[in-house]
């Protein structure tokens, strides 16, 4: 999830100086004969200022040395001469906007020399406009921190809800993921959660709820994530499916792989492989074998697409009454067969040879392992 971060504020005193720092020091002096200074700056609303000068000077408005604040709002410099110095903050229009006089740098010492903008003393100074923005500015940084800090909780309760998905802890991770959905419903990728462990819980009708919640605000803000959409949709495929509702499950199935290929144009064939056993599941013997063809188009090194396919098509074979063998469908000879030649030793191979004898078809021997789908 996107973590906010506060907001800088945007005063005239704190906007960002052009000026590359050249500190200048007496040749004359040795390392050991000069002092050092650093400091640390912050604006009224207790943010580093970056990238602003800290002008060392002696009168007040000729600079002798000048160093520039990094982004943490810290600056240091060496090599400065023994003296009591006059230390100014500038601003982009390289206006003094606070200074600290009588600043003494001793030989080997480092004078440390902050400016606080938040102390009481500078922000009196300020106009009724800036103090107006500046109350406006610590209401929204307040509110940021708050936010950061529920956004923090959120991460770890997603983390824990998706291991318990994981582990099949189905009922820990929909009460971790009801309480978070409450406490900030607009984040899609809480609702994902909730919808699998309902979807684990067999809570069909829940489970579509809240996935089909977290695909409409995934969409809501014009760009999609692919991966929420991806996973919303494969798991509100399989709580449709698990309804009976056919069409709905296989639209659904097609916008996760959709959305999958946008990143890897293979990954689409794990959604329609998960499609195909769904419907294999169902007993819709057509919506099997279109589902494992998209899954075999995607990536036909998969294995499991080719034995749904086959499983699918034995089903409507036929027995031939002269020799009483199995008249297979076109198709489903060729998908069993390249089952075996992907995955020889997989879960359903035993089942695939008998098939395929059964049919008075030769398993073919040649095939060696290849990858599990």
Not at 15 to 24: H, S, T
Not at 106 to 119: C, E, I, K, M, N
Request: hydrophobic share 40%.
């Amino acid at each position: 999830m996107r973590k906010m971060t506060m907001r800088k504020t945007n005063f005239w005193l704190a906007v960002v100086l052009a000026v590359v720092a050249i500190p200048f020091a007496a040749p004359s002096l040795s390392a050991q004969d000069t002092g050092k200074i650093h400091g640390h700056v912050i604006d009224p609303a207790g943010v580093p200022i970056a990238n602003v000068n800290v002008v060392v000077s002696t009168d007040g408005t000729t600079p002798k040395y000048t160093f520039k604040t990094d982004d943490n709002g810290d600056y240091k410099g060496d090599g400065v001469a023994p003296g009591t110095y006059i230390i100014t903050l500038h601003n982009t229009q390289d206006k003094p906007i606070d200074q600290f006089r009588d600043v003494k740098v001793a030989a080997g010492a480092d004078v440390q020399q902050d400016f606080d903008l938040t102390r009481p003393d500078y922000v009196a100074k300020l106009s009724p406009e800036q103090k107006k923005e500046l109350e406006e500015v610590r209401q929204k940084n307040s509110a940021a921190v708050k936010e950061n800090a529920v956004i923090k909780n959120l991460n770890g309760d997603l983390k824990q809800a998706r291991q318990d998905n994981a582990e099949k802890n189905y009922a820990a991770s929909e009460a971790l993921m009801a309480k978070d959905t409450q406490a900030k419903p607009d984040a899609a990728v809480l609702w994902v959660e909730l919808g699998i462990a309902q979807k684990g819980l067999k809570k069909y009708d829940d489970s579509v709820t809240s996935l089909q919640k977290a695909v409409s605000l995934d969409n809501a803000g014009g760009k999609p994530n692919e991966d929420i959409e991806a996973a919303a949709n494969d798991a509100l495929g399989e709580s449709l499916a698990s309804e009976g509702k056919i069409p709905d499950a296989q639209a659904a199935y097609d916008a996760a792989a959709k959305a999958a290929a946008t990143k890897d144009p293979k990954a689409a064939a794990m959604h329609y492989q998960n499609e195909a056993i769904m419907m294999d599941r169902a007993g819709n013997l057509d919506a099997t074998v279109a589902a494992a063809d998209k899954a075999i188009a995607a990536d036909p090194t998969k294995p499991i697409p080719y034995y749904l396919k086959g499983k699918a098509l034995i089903n409507k074979a036929t027995v031939d009454p002269k020799t009483n063998k199995i008249v297979a469908p076109p198709g489903c000879e060729e998908a069993y067969q390249k089952y075996l030649e992907l995955d020889p030793n997989g879960p359903f191979a035993a089942d695939a040879k008998n098939i395929l004898a059964e049919m008075g078809s030769t398993v073919q021997n040649k095939y060696k392992a290849g990858k599990k789908g």
